[in-house]
């Protein structure tokens, strides 16, 4: 047999396979937080999304209902839901979903300012009623609140954090907090627009 042949045959040195296992290693190294970094936000973003539509839910419910509807909040559960009540007001049923693995209702302690309109340092900025925060909506789709008074939910995943607010006519904003800055997205109901403007956090 030929040396030529025989090289073929000896398959990988140590060596070879030390480099290649250490280069799989470094690259795993860099990547891999990244990604779950990329998967923290996906999480964070989707929750943000759902709180929305079931805000949007609920508005749409109490117009075509004719009947008071609410967004629950359960903050120890860590979920959401749309309530449904009877002529006399009382609850009728929750219908309740879970936050994306990793999100809760928190805020920033380093941020004592807030978004636009709202006035409290609060998770939630809406009562409590029978152990849940409910933000109720009228047969108009109106939420049921003082007037000017600006309704808040703030969620985050221990690092990054997003808050969403509706006015007491109805507007939606989200925003999302960013080193010292408030970043306000602009998002209604109405348009698919995004518009960014930034708060200063004092």
Same mark, same amino acid.
């Given at each position: 047999?030929s040396d030529k042949s025989r090289m073929k045959e000896r398959g990988f040195t140590v060596l070879e396979l030390g480099v290649v296992?250490?280069l799989v290693g470094i690259t795993a190294a860099i990547s891999v937080p990244q990604i779950v970094n990329a998967m923290r936000e *996906? ?5 943000? /999304?759902?709180? %929305?539509?079931?805000? =949007? /839910? %609920? =508005?749409?419910?109490?117009?075509? %209902?004719?009947?008071?509807? %609410? ?7 860590? /979920? ?21 693995? @990793?999100?809760?209702?928190?805020? !920033? ?8 309109? #709202?006035?409290?340092?609060? #998770?939630?900025?809406? $009562?409590?009623?029978?152990?849940? *925060? ?6 108009? +789709?109106? $939420? ?14 221990? /690092?990054? *954090? ?7 006519? +109805? @507007?939606?904003?989200? *925003?999302?907090?960013e080193d010292s800055i408030w970043v306000n997205t602009r998002r209604t109901y109405e348009s698919t627009e995004t518009e960014t403007?930034?708060? !200063?956090?004092?």
């Amino acid at each position: 047999m030929s040396d030529k042949s025989r090289m073929k045959e000896r398959g990988f040195t140590v060596l070879e396979l030390g480099v290649v296992v250490l280069l799989v290693g470094i690259t795993a190294a860099i990547s891999v937080p990244q990604i779950v970094n990329a998967m923290r936000e *996906y999480r964070l973003n989707s929750g943000l /999304r759902q709180i %929305a539509d079931t805000l =949007k /839910r %609920a =508005k749409m419910q109490a117009v075509s %209902a004719n009947q008071r509807t %609410a967004l629950s909040v359960d903050p120890t559960g860590r /979920r959401i839901g749309m309530t449904f009540f009877n002529d006399d007001n009382t609850v009728n049923r929750t219908e309740w979903v879970p936050l994306p693995s @990793g999100v809760s209702f928190e805020r !920033p302690t380093s941020i004592t300012s807030n978004p636009e309109g #709202v006035t409290t340092q609060e #998770v939630l900025s809406f $009562p409590q009623e029978d152990g849940v *925060y409910r933000l109720s909506f009228n047969t108009r +789709g109106f $939420p049921i609140v003082a007037f000017g008074d600006t309704s808040a939910i703030f969620i985050g995943n221990g /690092r990054n *954090y997003r808050a969403i607010t509706m006015s007491s006519v +109805g @507007g939606v904003r989200t *925003y999302r907090a960013e080193d010292s800055i408030w970043v306000n997205t602009r998002r209604t109901y109405e348009s698919t627009e995004t518009e960014t403007e930034t708060t !200063p956090i004092n």
